[in-house]
């Protein structure tokens, strides 16, 4: 007979799912019967939970059998689905498989093979386009040794390249991090060395989607399998790398083998993995070994450690251990799922786990599990590859960047209350500090009010909008300050009861029954009615669900009837005299914009911000669509004063006297989503500018957003040609960044000391000194001056509207083709003041002051080259050499290329190829963009825009707003200069990058080679510099004369380079 230890819970496993792959463990199978045993000798490299051994509960064998272990029935089998679905896709060699990273726009997973055996292997792609999906090789140029953790970012894959060989083929590489461009299969080295030393590794990495740090981890594995020719350098250590700067800094050496490593959606914890049983740190082997393999030591460490994220994302605190890898053999693989939920590859399968370590689901394989990835795209399909298989399993576990959910969807959420972690007390709303496990990864400092409002709609809040998850909360915690609400409706609810109990007959049913049911369901909806009413005019609450509904409403009612106002009109071009039709459609166009016009501006909020947007989009929208919105530009809500002081103290915690010893009460400005107060700074005594974030965003934006991305969305299906939801996710990126005000500090700080290196009397740019920020509240030097479009100011202060227009291109143009240098992304009229400096030479006595720096992007090297000879080919009129770059800058095919060409210079395509794009936009011109809107051009530049990268599409908001600027100056060297100035930033962009590449082969002057190949570039250089500096005299001279400022036809253009 069994021994039964008291408490042992015989069987220890039973079907509990419809799917008969899905096995449930009873308590975790805490308490076994004698006798059991597993057997996990020193240097077995896999021991899986089942080669557990319960001989006196026969149950236990099917273990082995199952796909699925669930362990935590109720998250388990939520997690899992009806119908979850394991498998084996492809079988594959017993080299290790690590590194996938999803293409999403290619609908590709790119991933590796490592050793054993040592040497080259060339990467692998899973093609899932194809039914069923294929499996081949790839080939990268130059090619990848050992990547060995990889991720998809910015349309680039990061891998961390672990090999390090003197020669692979004709390349050379040491361990570090590399980039793949899908489209083009080359790579770029981003990293290969920390201050001269060969890292050891480079094993597993994510990239912070805010600040766009590379974190990753570098224990010896590449000395130990053989993939290193040199012994380790340094110290086992994890590293925060940023491409902007270059800077790698170490943030933990204190996990020995650091191996996995990923953020949780949230960004507000950091998980590493630490995997010393294998390997290096194991006592079974010495240190330098180096033999191929990997012996185990069952007693060596295998956790995975939790750290907290500070700092604005630059380091990592307080590390404690929350799981120990017991149940397979080391966690090899790590990553996040999109409701924070921590997945690691553990021997023979994948454990999931939640936020504290409690393991829920064991997904079971039969091969030893490296690394994993999501795909599909609701992120709901589930790869696994290994050494010997690749798999999918189909779950309802979505991984991290998944689509928005509806209202309705993630409402269900809300109410399907999680089961609380049993460490925590019952009652979780008694410890205010705390929260439930499933709602931590609420992201810190949002407010109790936005994050409430987040939950009631089932809503994403905006920090965790930027890593594009979806945030929610429990129904306990969501109205955790709702109580007393809810307490004083119930007396109201339990009368309403009362009323209708006593209203319903009790006894045998007469002919007056139904009047009297009748009688009693009108009293309970009058009295709801009233309840409600009352309700939504004294809580918090009823305001804020009112205002949603108020908000919807309008929303769902422009979007419908300016989508029936078009169906109706587009059906009238049949049997319409094409004049006559043309005035039908921009009539319909006028009437939808006047729709939407009064509902942005009842909404307010981030409408006002997408309508400004809007408003400058006159190469792809209709004039009567732009010239609408125009008025958008100036309408921004202003909040009150009494407002003003309550953001404030909330975000110091300081009363407002003490922070402020003077505060204007009247804005200088407002915008979208914030405005300025001239201030006396309480602690320094200067005069500052305080920037303050309109409080209605924290209770709206999250609703907004909503509503954005289902308007665009809606468009997409009424009119599928038209698609512009490349928009609303921009909006969702973008916004969250613009709301973070300790971002924008950062951004400006940055910004000022790249600037100082600068020759200040080419980009005469000024920013304002961060003096203190929060999330909310920015206080800077307060610096006044007045709008560039000011041109009476610009006159009276003989300020010369050229020399502005040149300074504005010089500093744009900086930070377009300057490498490192940050990109601002929003310069309209609104965030840049000129100002008169009479310091300056007369024909320069002004300076740049620059505003509102929530917005930026560095653009990559690679990028800047390429677009520089678009340019370059642009000014030249060399179609070939545009259509050449605008594939390698954007992916723009040829057939699209025209309306890209239209796109980035505004400009009629047949202007651009007829050596005459620096001149003014005819009124003809004009009419001939809009009566091509008209006509089906805007149709193909919609979806031109919905594929090409997201960098692109701010670069080409920063041009728009540029050459508006440049419009609204009335210059009398017109846009000429603007582009002679622009050709100079791309031609010396252009020869630079041909110097590097003649001194990364070795000398420039020898071989001689070298040397003629150096004076042909500097001929090119310097034959177009004197070629620009011609036409900058003939402008200047034909100004002076007061004659039109067009390109001399005697002059040409500039030949190509």
């Not at 070939?880 to 395509?909: H, Q, V």
């Not at 963009?929 to 006509?935: E, M, N």
Request: hydrophobic fraction near 40%; proline fraction near 7%; glycine fraction near 6%.
């Amino acid at each position: 007979m069994a021994l039964m230890p008291p408490g042992a819970d015989v069987p220890l496993t039973h079907s509990c799912s419809a799917a008969a792959n899905v096995l449930c463990i009873k308590r975790y199978a805490a308490s076994m019967p004698y006798p059991f045993y597993r057997e996990a000798p020193n240097g077995a490299i896999v021991s899986n939970f089942n080669d557990t051994r319960v001989p006196n509960d026969p149950t236990f064998s099917a273990v082995g059998s199952a796909d699925f272990l669930v362990f935590d029935q109720k998250r388990g089998l939520e997690l899992l689905g009806d119908n979850p679905t394991y498998e084996y896709i492809f079988p594959v060699s017993q080299a290790v498989h690590e590194a996938p990273a999803w293409d999403p726009k290619g609908n590709k997973i790119y991933l590796s093979q490592l050793a054993p055996p040592a040497g080259f292997l060339p990467q692998l792609v899973i093609d899932l386009n194809e039914t069923p999906p294929t499996l081949g090789e790839l080939l990268s140029d130059p090619p990848v040794y050992a990547p060995n953790g990889g991720t998809f970012f910015n349309g680039k894959v990061y891998w961390g390249a672990s090999g390090s060989n003197a020669s692979i083929g004709d390349t050379v590489q040491r361990p570090g991090i590399r980039t793949l461009d899908p489209q083009t299969r080359k790579t770029v080295t981003l990293l290969n060395n920390y201050f001269g030393h060969y890292f050891n590794t480079v094993d597993d990495l994510f990239v912070d989607p805010v600040t766009g740090f590379v974190w990753f981890t570098d224990p010896y594995y590449s000395w130990w399998n053989a993939l290193a020719d040199v012994a380790p350098q340094i110290p086992e250590a994890s590293y925060r790398f940023d491409p902007a700067t270059g800077s790698t800094v170490v943030v933990d050496d204190t996990i020995p083998a650091p191996n996995g490593i990923a953020l949780s959606p949230c960004r507000k914890h950091v998980y590493i993995s630490s995997t010393s049983a294998a390997g290096l740190n194991s006592p079974i082997s010495p240190l330098l070994s180096n033999g191929a393999g990997t012996p185990f030591n069952v007693t060596g460490h295998r956790t995975i450690y939790k750290f907290d994220l500070i700092d604005h994302g630059r380091a990592i605190i307080n590390k404690r251990p929350i799981y120990l890898d017991a149940i397979g053999t080391a966690p090899d693989g790590l990553k996040v799922a999109k409701n924070g939920y921590v997945l690691c590859g553990s021997g023979h399968g994948v454990d999931v786990l939640d936020q504290f370590g409690e393991l829920i689901v064991r997904v079971q394989t039969n091969y030893s599990v490296q690394n994993f990835v999501w795909a599909g795209k609701d992120y709901n399909d589930f790869w696994l590859m290994g050494q010997g298989g690749i798999s999918r399993v189909k779950w309802n576990l979505p991984g991290q960047r998944s689509k928005v959910q509806t209202v309705t969807s993630t409402a269900k959420k809300i109410r399907a209350t999680p089961r609380l972690n049993q460490g925590y007390p019952l009652d979780p709303c008694r410890i205010r500090t705390r929260r439930h496990p499933i709602c931590e990864h609420f992201p810190s400092g949002e407010s109790p009010v936005y994050l409430r409002n987040c939950a009631r709609l089932g809503l994403r809040s905006l920090q965790s909008r930027a890593l594009s998850i979806t945030s929610w909360t429990c129904r306990t915690c969501a109205n955790r300050q709702t109580i007393n609400c809810a307490s004083a409706i119930r007396p109201f609810a339990r009368g309403f009861a009362a009323s209708a109990s006593e209203a319903a007959p009790t006894v045998k049913q007469t002919s007056k029954s139904p009047n009297r049911r009748r009688r009693a369901k009108l009293e309970i909806f009058a009295g709801t009615v009233v309840l409600g009413i009352i309700l939504a005019n004294t809580t918090d609450s009823g305001r804020f669900v009112w205002g949603a509904v108020a908000r919807t409403s309008r929303v769902t009612y422009c979007l419908f009837t300016c989508i029936k106002d078009y169906r109706d009109t587009l059906a009238k071009r049949e049997g319409t005299h094409p004049a006559e039709y043309t005035e039908l459609l921009k009539a319909c166009h006028q009437r939808c914009a006047n729709r939407t016009l009064r509902a942005m501006e009842a909404n307010g909020s981030i409408f006002i911000k997408l309508g400004q947007h809007l408003s400058s989009l006159n190469y792809m929208l209709p004039n009567e669509w732009c010239d609408t919105f125009i008025p958008l530009q100036d309408h921004c809500p202003v909040t009150p004063f009494e407002a003003v002081k309550i953001v404030v103290e909330k975000e110091t915690g300081y009363p407002f006297d003490v922070v402020f010893k003077e505060f204007d009460t009247e804005p200088l400005g407002a915008a979208s989503l914030a405005q300025v107060h001239r201030a006396v700074d309480g602690a320094s005594g200067r005069e500052v500018a305080v920037k303050v974030q309109h409080p209605v965003l924290d209770y709206w934006a999250p609703l907004d957003l909503a509503l954005t991305r289902f308007t665009f969305t809606s468009l997409k299906r009424a009119f599928p040609e038209y698609d512009l939801t490349w928009l609303s996710d921009e909006m969702e990126v973008s916004l969250p960044q613009e709301l973070d005000f300790a971002l924008e500090g950062e951004n400006a700080k940055r910004t000022k000391e790249y600037f100082r290196d600068v020759d200040f009397e080419e980009c005469p740019l000024v920013i304002p000194d961060v003096i203190w920020c929060r999330r909310r509240v920015l206080v800077m030097e307060y610096i006044t001056g007045h709008r560039p479009d000011d041109l009476a100011y610009l006159d009276d202060n003989g300020i010369s509207r050229d020399e502005v227009s040149a300074a504005l291109a010089r500093i744009f143009n900086t930070m377009i083709f300057a490498e490192g240098a940050p990109l601002h992304c929003d310069p309209h009229g609104g965030n840049i003041a000129i100002r008169v400096n009479n310091k300056r030479r007369r024909s320069r006595n002004f300076d740049v002051v620059l505003y509102d720096h929530g917005l930026y992007r560095i653009i990559p090297m690679e990028l800047q080259r390429n677009y520089a000879k678009l340019w370059l080919s642009v000014i030249d009129a060399d179609e070939a050499g545009m259509r050449k770059y605008a594939r390698e800058t954007a992916n723009i095919s040829d057939e699209d290329f025209p309306l890209f060409a239209s796109a980035i210079t505004g400009r009629d395509y047949r202007v651009v190829t007829q050596n005459v794009s620096g001149t003014p936009r005819s009124d003809e011109e004009k009419e001939a963009i809009s009566d091509a809107l008209g006509d089906g051009m805007l149709q193909q530049l919609v979806r031109l825009l919905g594929k090409v990268p997201r960098i692109i599409l701010l670069i080409l908001k920063t041009n728009d707003l540029t050459r508006s600027l440049d419009t609204n100056l009335q210059t009398r060297q017109g846009p000429v200069r603007s582009f002679l100035i622009l050709a100079r930033y791309a031609a010396q962009t252009v020869y630079d990058e041909s110097v590097e590449q003649l001194r990364a082969t070795g000398s420039l002057l020898w071989p001689p080679s070298h040397a003629g190949r150096l004076l042909v570039a500097w001929t090119q250089f310097t034959k177009r510099r004197i070629r620009l500096n011609l036409y900058e005299w003939v402008l200047y001279l034909r100004g002076a004369l007061g004659l039109a400022n067009e390109m001399p036809a005697q002059v040409g253009p500039v030949p190509a380079s």
